[in-house]
């Protein structure tokens, strides 16, 4: 049992935090609300009218704070569905993360295991550049985690007006990121050059917008100032 996430954790997918949240809320705009169906053996999954390819990450026990993995899951044993899952094991892997190698994750110790599942497929969204991830109740007490696997999923681009909110959200997302690593992994992404400045990062978005980020002596983001075009 472990009451917060390792160090490899936070290490491993706080570079990822902007970008997947901003993907994230394009993902949960697109998806329609309604009923849902899936059928696994076919990676599909469908709600509010709208199929979808799917991919299995794994299940959360609510009842005892349990995460199991989908490709520990005897019930899927190696099918396609549960390809996302082995992706993030093999990302835990290469960077040496406990909580995505080991067949399941006990979150029972946090004080709030409901909130840690959260953050833990948040992370392994991240870590395969998946176009976001939904959790669903599979049955009375255990939810089923997805990520779509589908080309229909709009991918994100930075936008000036909700930069400031998206860097400053992001941050926040994952216990513990440096904000730093916050910053540069988004502007990563999107690849976009930034350059130092005295007090932080400055980078041009896309459309010729100037941006600039300044931190604060303990490192985190202390404002993010964009000057429309």
Request: proline letters at 8%; a negative charge.
């Amino acid at each position: 049992m472990i009451t917060a996430f390792s160090d490899a954790f936070v290490r491993a997918t706080e570079p990822h935090a902007a970008w997947a949240w901003e993907q994230l809320e394009t993902f949960t705009a697109f998806l329609p609300s309604g009923p849902w169906t899936a059928d696994l053996g076919e990676c599909l999954y469908r709600q509010g009218g709208r199929d979808l390819r799917i991919s299995i990450l794994g299940t959360f026990d609510e009842s005892d704070g349990s995460w199991l993995w989908g490709w520990a899951n005897p019930g899927f044993g190696d099918a396609p569905v549960v390809g996302a899952s082995a992706a993030v094991r093999a990302c835990g892997v290469r960077d040496g993360v406990p909580e995505f190698t080991g067949e399941g994750v006990d979150l029972s110790g946090f004080a709030d295991p409901r909130m840690a599942v959260e953050h833990l497929a948040f992370g392994a969204m991240g870590v395969i550049g998946a176009a976001g991830y939904l959790g669903v109740e599979a049955a009375p007490g255990t939810r089923l985690y997805l990520v779509p696997d589908d080309p229909a999923v709009p991918r994100t681009a930075p936008d000036a007006l909700t930069l400031p909110r998206v860097l400053l959200t992001g941050a926040g997302a994952v216990p513990g990121a440096a904000h730093r690593a916050v910053v540069d992994g988004y502007f990563t992404h999107h690849g976009i050059a930034r350059r130092p400045s005295p007090a932080g990062v400055v980078a041009d978005l896309p459309g010729g917008a100037p941006v600039a980020v300044t931190f604060d002596e303990a490192g985190r983001i202390a404002s993010v100032n964009v000057t429309a075009g």
